[in-house]
């Protein structure tokens, strides 16, 4: 409590005792004025520590309140309790006050220890990111260099969550098959931010929601369900590691499919405090579990749809979906995606940013296939990537989508179920997509959580 003297401005902090004088001009107290004290307004986003995504530094923060146009303006989310785990404040922070929630350094003490057995997966927008923490141009596609890095900090094997993505897409594009047959709309189910973006605000489109898990969490549920079985590996000394440009990742494998993820930016972390040269790195090639080029293209906003188009195109027509039979329109805030099956034209849209997913949705019943992504671009813009200077990044989105789609024309696999470890899997586990035991391993169930709206920001 503060009081002001209105005669000489002397300012008494506390109450004012009977009989007071001011020391200064010895006014009585009668010419003293209670200061009504300002609360403090804060303009930045409530982080709550729990937050398994994001953390944010104290003693860096301004206050500035960029967090929260970020996530207003750019995100679309207006409550301020709300928290996606999406990671996009950490990319407009100026100040460095968020980061990535880092898991890194528990990661290393399992490597460490010789008991346990740590596998990575990595997932396909990290192989175009990580170059922006050594030095290289835009976009540059780094896969090898990865992957060794990976091993040279000690990973026993690197698989490529491309393998997982190919798992997504012949689930995925199963289900829409039985959609299109029932003519119910069918949304993404990749991006978690997304996910749980629409079992808060959007309960309604639960039931057309993909049942499928993403592409690590199909990638970590079958190798703990199948490929350590065959190996007689101990599961409870073998440890997952999802490497990924997504903070929203983070939370999402709080279900218990994969033990760790760690972002684009803390393996720029690891491998500079293991002090390893990443630019003399000699390129290294994953271990025995990886995905076609249709697995890579799920790093950039359209390559999903793309992808289980041409399983859909497969399993409809036993043929090979060919570049010159899609129809590819860049609309004002989405792309349309169009293919002809058999005698069906087949319409899909691929939108990043829940923004633009307000305005789509208004237009929703054109489509039949909708692919979301929380974030600009898709997975290549992800809240766990290196830190890029904010006047550049729409060349570094444009760059890290044009590396990843140019490795879709290089002639490898391009069609998942022409990738000889998918077909080996449902020939000797899986029986089909869709079958019993891959709806036990690879779909799950979402959840409305529209009760909280205003208590979601842990």
């Not at 978690?192 to 629409?198: I, L, T």
Request: charged letters at 25%; one cysteine or more.
């Amino acid at each position: 409590m503060k009081y002001k003297c209105s005669k000489c401005g002397f300012i008494h902090f506390g109450e004012l005792p009977d009989g007071y004088y001011c020391p200064l001009c010895h006014s009585n107290f009668s010419y003293f004025k209670l200061i009504e004290v300002e609360e403090k307004k804060y303009n930045r986003k409530p982080v709550n520590p729990d937050n398994p995504g994001i953390n944010r530094i104290p003693e860096k923060c301004i206050n500035c309140g960029v967090c929260t146009k970020t996530c207003e303006n750019i995100v679309g989310i207006k409550d301020e309790n709300v928290c996606i785990k999406c990671g996009q404040c950490i990319l407009t922070c100026p100040t460095g006050a968020l980061t990535p929630k880092y898991d890194y350094r528990k990661v290393l003490e399992f490597i460490n220890n010789e008991e346990y057995t740590v596998i990575a997966i990595t997932s396909p927008a990290v192989r175009v990111g990580i170059g922006d923490a050594f030095g290289y141009p835009a976009g540059k596609f780094l896969e090898g260099k990865m992957v060794a890095a990976l091993k040279a900090i000690g990973f026993d094997y690197v698989f490529d969550t491309t393998f997982g993505a190919d798992l997504t897409s012949m689930e995925e594009a199963y289900e829409l098959k039985n959609r299109l047959e029932k003519k119910e709309l069918m949304f993404s189910s990749c991006c978690p931010s997304w996910v749980n973006y629409a079992c808060i605000y959007h309960p309604e489109l639960i039931k057309n929601l993909s049942t499928c898990k993403s592409p690590i969490g199909m990638e970590a549920s079958i190798i703990k369900d199948y490929y350590l079985n065959i190996d007689e590996m101990d599961k409870d000394k073998t440890i997952i590691v999802a490497v990924t440009p997504c903070t929203s990742k983070k939370a999402e494998i709080l279900n218990g499919d994969c033990d760790y993820v760690i972002t684009t930016s803390e393996l720029a972390h690891l491998i500079r405090e293991q002090n390893i040269d990443f630019r003399k790195l000699e390129d290294a090639e994953f271990d025995s579990v990886n995905g076609s080029s249709s697995g890579t293209i799920y790093g950039a906003s359209g390559g999903v749809t793309l992808s289980v188009l041409r399983v859909l195109y497969n399993y409809l027509t036993g043929k090979d979906l060919t570049a010159d039979e899609v129809s590819i329109k860049e609309k004002e805030f989405y792309k349309e995606i169009k293919v002809k099956i058999n005698k069906e034209i087949i319409t899909c849209a691929s939108v990043s940013t829940l923004y633009n997913l307000e305005k789509l949705l208004e237009i929703k019943d054109n489509f039949n296939f909708i692919e979301v992504m929380n974030c600009a671009g898709g997975c290549i813009n992800g809240g766990g990537q290196i830190l890029m200077p904010q006047n550049e990044k729409d060349k570094l989105k444009k760059e890290r989508s044009k590396s990843l789609f140019k490795d879709d024309i290089k002639p490898h696999i391009k069609y998942p179920y022409k990738n000889p470890i998918i077909k080996n899997l449902y020939e000797d586990y899986l029986d089909n997509p869709g079958s019993e035991i891959a709806e036990k391993i690879f779909h799950t169930k979402h959840k409305n959580l529209s009760r909280k709206k205003g208590d979601n920001n842990d």
